[in-house]
């Protein structure tokens, strides 16, 4: 059992945070207005708090805040992110009138190397940002296999979040360890795509995968 | 029937230049060095020349010239190429001490942007740089269904490289018509994962994909 602090209050972090409970974890669900999460949109069973309450009492964090304003968010938490795993599932992407990605925010990098840079005492593990959030943690309801992909330079790390992965249902051989996290560049440039894959299907779930 | 001109005599060149001319087309095969490819590695049923009489001799182009070189080769033919598609398969990548993708060539952007920059006159579309070389014209091999997808600001031009593709055995339902050419972006960007895939299985053929 691992104590989970995922740190944000929309679609992904609730994606999350019933399906760690579910498999015997301790959620905490950190929120940037705590009060107004639990009067508006309540989470069952989830323990809501601020995001440096859920941070310090976690043994392992998740970022699933904005991705434009994660960077400076999470910077403010370093003192209770020190020494932990933080897992990465964000996008910071400049949008479109429509409301997708046009431009990544670090081109020639990635937001999960900013997070890493920003906070080296952190283990950094780049995960999930490839999957619609209905296939985050229901990777089977897709026609053909998805693929979850882990980048960290800790490999204990990427181990760790692997293990949590296949609590959220993702066979061991759909999660791709892909190394360094460097490699998390290629992941979040799938977002340049999202916008032109709901023209062509519809708003239909998908995800990244690689086919062998 | 189009008049096909492979640009390239490499492994990739011959993938695509043997099932397109089993299809029905006319294909040339363009070299820098076509006294040097007809010697060493001819192509049954393929006339080899220099890069600039393919380019003059056909309908549409491909660019499968090596991703550093080939901006400033297409350059030079562009007088051959005005009014042209030209294919672009290339990939534009820094290469690690094992000879896999450390950076792509132009963050931010897309060897394809670049291409089409250079050679405006042109319309070029971006395609199947997201699957390993056996997969190009073989997609049925893998054991789950790769995509192949289509980047380029003319859609005539998309239409008429999706009908080539299915020439060379890709399913309809597994071509993906992304839009305009600054969504090459992510393709290109899957490169950076494939020195990762190859440590993590092997020199098995493996292509991107989109599950759904």
Redesign the interface.
């Known amino acids: 059992m691992t104590t989970i602090a995922v740190l944000g209050s929309g679609n992904v972090a609730r994606a999350l945070a019933g399906p760690w409970l579910d498999a015997g974890h301790k959620v905490l669900v950190g929120s940037r207005d705590p009060r107004r999460t639990e009067a508006d949109r309540p989470l069952p069973g989830v323990h809501v708090t601020g995001l440096p309450d859920a941070a310090r009492a976690a043994d392992l964090v998740v970022n699933a805040l904005p991705g434009r304003a994660c960077l400076e968010l999470l910077s403010s938490l370093a003192p209770h992110l020190a020494g932990k795993v933080l897992v990465d599932v964000a996008n910071a992407v400049e949008t479109d009138a429509q409301g997708f990605a046009s431009?990544v925010l670090h081109?020639?990098?990635s937001l999960a190397e900013e997070i890493q840079r920003a906070l080296p005492a952190v283990r950094v593990v780049k995960t999930l940002n490839t999957a619609h959030v209905s296939v985050m943690a229901a990777p089977r309801t897709?026609?053909?296999?998805?693929?979850a992909?882990l980048s960290g330079d800790d490999s204990d790390a990427r181990r760790t979040v692997g293990a949590l992965l296949t609590d959220l249902g993702w066979p061991r051989e759909w999660i791709?360890?892909?190394?360094d996290l460097?490699?998390a560049?290629?992941p979040e440039?799938?977002?340049?795509?999202v916008g032109?894959?709901v023209?062509?299907?519809g708003p239909?779930?998908?995800?990244?995968?690689?086919?062998?």
Chains 1, 2 share one sequence.
């Open positions: 431009a081109p020639g990098g897709l026609a053909t296999p998805p693929s992909f791709v360890d892909l190394g460097r490699t560049r290629a440039a799938f977002l340049l795509l032109s894959l023209r062509a299907w239909v779930p998908f995800a990244m995968s690689v086919a062998r």
